[in-house]
Each structure stands twice: as structure tokens, then as C-alpha cells.
């Protein structure tokens, strides 16, 4: 058995008349775009929730938008991200008194997505920028962890599981924190999202962060980083993912010798029976003149040559064990 | 060969000649045609320093050895090197030679000599085709009578059977700034041993050249040892081929009506080949060999490559995949 459920992460930038633009650019950038990925052999798509009104002009709906993805060899769209990395006296996860303006943002994207195939997740930044939410305590914490609580008895009611993507440069990082976070939020209706650059970047190891959550992990980005944050960069106004001035550029595709060991991860999912979706992400690959397409090949690529080997390894030994 | 295989060009990587040398650059490159679907690559001659992927001594120099870049490509999952295209009036710095000339008798003893190298790598490769330029562009060469047809048949005939010792065909590529395009290539054809030298239909030269390629397959189907689809955007119906140095003039440069881009990867939107009726063609031609897919230079290869992959996908190989289970 291969593994077949790999999506990507609407994330890519292209090049058009007007510079570099996201495929949304128009359709023929749309259409080249998709089939590219098709030819790759992704069958799962997630998206941003901030793209959505864009394709329900652009397809007639959202649903529109997954038909032509299913016209194209997907199978649906399986992810929404969602997040409000800039706190603001409105957003701000870590403040009590905006979670209701915070949930009701979240039952329109939710509206958006009525009449789609079936999106299992509904991705979530659960913090603004550490910098702006400091000093991050356990009440902190819990506050936050309330608020994804509320999201994600909402989003079940959907048919989507609230799951939570931490970011390096987000008030909830370290292991610790993560940690204190899932122990105050209800394992029925909040989960794990790994993004594995993220984790590494703040030191966190991402194989043993979805050993211990496995039984709430309900998915991946699968990108690599080259460093670890060894300067502080989390507590960089405005920015620290695009303006931090001792690392240019944090995350790379996978197979391009990056900290992250895919082959373990891939390893660890096989032995703990998780069987949903795998999603590849890429995040700023044209910085040094690298285009998405070509990431996104190379990233294939080592998916189906190197992972793959590594997904039978551990399924023989699971075999073996029986 | 049994059955079509398909291969991608590695040419429209290559922009010019610093380009696109490094290690790494060449592995991304194989990598994205392997992953989109491709099991083959061809590689365009090449001479100097700059072009690590362009002849023998230049991989041996780069790789050890004609085998350990067999080991770079396998490791980068594709199969083998289909094909080889090879112009003898590119001068070789490995061999301090300048420009060969097929209708210069001359010159044959040095072009059989280096199809033999050629040919000797590519089957160390795992590869079956040497593409080769019969002949200089039509502006660039004295009108062909008969008597330079018959220099050229004798030319490629002796280069088809130094090729086929070592299991390799020789394939004559005419592109649409060819002396041959036109009614020429058939009375080459005619005058050369079938079981020497054969054809190689490229889809994109030919129709850039007003010329239909689903007409030339039905016409010499049986002469075709070697196929590349590449769509055209554009039709040199003014013959500025006829012109002096059209390469830079009319190529590149895109003659009188500065054509950006005179070739894309099929599909393509305004592409001109019907690749459907192509590929039909082929297999009533009971056409057996590879099928290499080219972008002939593309802003961004490796887009080209996928979007070339998702028409073979989706469409041209289930084609030959059901011709061939019936």
C-alpha cells in the first residue's frame, strides 16, 4: 500500500505580467496551476480561508471552485487555514473579550464552505505573534485555549475538526507551552496540526511532538527549515517569519537537506495508524530565484522515492510484529 | 523498444550557454521530469566547460565516467536517456574542431567519428536515438540539388550504420529553418537505406514550418524512428527561413514579427498541434519508440514540465495505453 491521501497547501506564487501574484490571478493561471498539481498526483487541496470569496467569484461559488478541482483529478477540498497572526483590538486570541467577534468570523468562513465534499479540518493559528501577546503565562494559555474550545464545538457541528497549527514566532511554542495548551483544551474538539518547519524552528522535535499527540494529530505540513531560532527572532516586531534579520529565509521543500527527518515522521505516522491526510506546504520557495512549481516537483519527488520506501519499511515492520 | 515511451527534453532548461550548470540544478531538473510522469530524458549536444550534460567527455569530466552519470540519472528515478540530438556544424572544443558539413565529404570521416562517440554513451545510457541536423538552414546553404542530396544520403547512411553497431539509430531531425523542409526530406529519405537512417517528427519545427506532421507520419510512418511533440505558437508563413543566419534572426530573435516564443510544451494555450491527432497517427503507423515531450526554452521549465505531464496523464497515454490493450 502507497499512501494516497497527499494534499497541498494552497500557498504558491507564480509569475505574471503584473510580478509575481498568487494562480488567483486569473483562471488560465488558475488552470495551469491546479494541473500542474494534478500531474504531480496531490488529490487533496487546502486553501486559506481568505482565498475562499475570491474563488466563489472566480467559480461561481465555492463549491463551483471543488468541482473543477474534482475535474482536474482532486478529490476535494480537505483543509481550511484559518488566523489572526496580527492581534488587534478586535482579533486577539489571548484576550477574552474578542473571542466572540473571533468565533463569529469563524461561522462565516465556515458558511462559505456549505455545500463542499467534505473539508475535514479546520486549520487555526491559535496565537497572535508572541511578541504582541507577552508575557505568554499558563492563564494566558488557558485563555487562548478556551477559545478554541468554543471553535471547536462549532466547527464539528460542520463536520470539521478545529486543529491547531503552531507557528515559531507564535505565543505558543515552546514544548512546554504546547503542552499546558492541549491540556486545557478538550481533546474531543481541539487537535494537532504538525507543521514540521514550524516545530523545528523553535526547537521543538516534530517526530516526538506527533508521537505523544498522535491520537490528536489530524494533520501535516510536511516543509523542512535549515535553522533553528537561535537568536530570538519569535520576539522580532513586526514580522520575524519575513523581516528577521539573521535568517532571510526559514522554510525550503522537503529533500534539499533540511533539519526535519521526513523518513522518521513518515515512519511514526505508518506505526500509529493515522490514516488522513499528508499535505505539502511551501512558504516564500521563490526567495533565492527557486520557483513553486519546481519545489513542489522536487518535493513530489522525494514523497514518492524517498518517504515511500520509508512508508514500507515501516509497514513491513508492523507486519513483522503481528 | 517495445511499445511508446515517453521522454522530456532537457534543452529548455538551458537559456544560454552559462546557464544551468551546476550539479544540483541538473538533479531538480531530472527530478521534475521523473515526477511528472516522464520515465526517459533526451539531451541536447553540447561542448565546453559550461555544459556538463553535453558530450561524453563532459560527463565523464563531470561524472567519473558515461556511467556514473547512468547512476546520477537512475538515482533521480528516470530510466535512461532516450535520445541524443546532435548538430555537426556545433564546433566541439574537446576536439578542436570547428564546424562540420554533412555535404562536404570531407567532413564525413570526422561526423561518422563522432556519431560513434555519441552513440557509444547514449547506449551505455540506456538510450536508442541520435537525433542529428542533416543539414545547415536553408538561407545558410546553396540550394540542395540532387548532388548534394546524394552527399547528405551518403553522409547519414555511413553515420546510421557507425550508430547501429553500438544498437543506436541515427534519425534525421528537420526543423523549420532546414534546407530540408519542405519537399526535400522526402528525396533524402528516398535516397537513403531505410534500414540506416530513419525520421524524427517534431511536431513544433514541422508545423512552424507550415507543414502538417500528421500528413508526414501517414505519408512515411514507416521511416519514423523517433517522435518530439512540442506545440507552435507561430507559423514562419513569410519563409523568413530562407534568410542568412535565421537561428539568431528568425529563432531567436523571432524575424520580422519578433515571435516571443515560437515553441511551448504541448497544450499550451494558442498551441497549434493537435496532439490527440498526433498520437492517433502514431499508433496507426504502428509506431513503437520514445515519444519526447519539449518546451524547446520556457520561461519556467518546470511548469512547462508539469503542464506537459498532465496532457500525457490525462490524455495522450491513455491514448496509446488503450490502442495497446486492444
Redesign the interface.
Known sequence: MVWTKWSYMDHWV??TPQGPQPPSFNR?YMD?YV??L????FTGFDTFFFYLPLYAGMYGGVPGFERFLQDN?FDKITGIFSAYPSATRYTAPHVRETHDRIVADCENTLRMCEGLTGVENFIVMPTSTHHQTEPVTDDTIKVVADLWNRVGALTLQHGMKTTCHFEFWGAIRTREQLDTFFRHTDPELVFFFCDTAQHTIAGVDPVQMFRDYSDRCTGFHFKDTKNVDEHEAYRTPPDPELMAPQVTRWFYEMGEGGLVDFPALMKEIVASGYDGWLTVEHDKAELGGG?Y??AT??A??YI??VLAEAEAEARAELETAR | MNGIRWSYAINQWKPQFDDFVRREQHERALKTISIAGFEGVELTYGTGRWEPLGNPQQLAANFGSVAGFRDFVRGCALDAVSSWYWDPAERSMEHLTGPLSPLAEADVPAIVARATELAEALAALGGSVLLVRPVGGAGDVEPLDDDAIGRLAACWEAVGRATSEHGVRTALHVDFLSALRRDHVPRLLDRTDPSLVGLAVDTGELTAGGIDPVSVIERSGDRVWHVQFKDALAVDDAEEYLQPHAHWTVRVRGGAREVPRWFAEPGVDGGLVDFAAVTRALQAADYDGWIVVESDQSPHPAASALLAGYLVQRELRPLVEGKEAA
Do not use: F, I, M, Y
Open positions: 507564480t509569475e488560465a495551469r494541473k500542474q494534478s500531474a504531480l498526483g483529478g520557483s512549481a519546481e516537483a522536487v513530489k519527488w514518492d522515492n
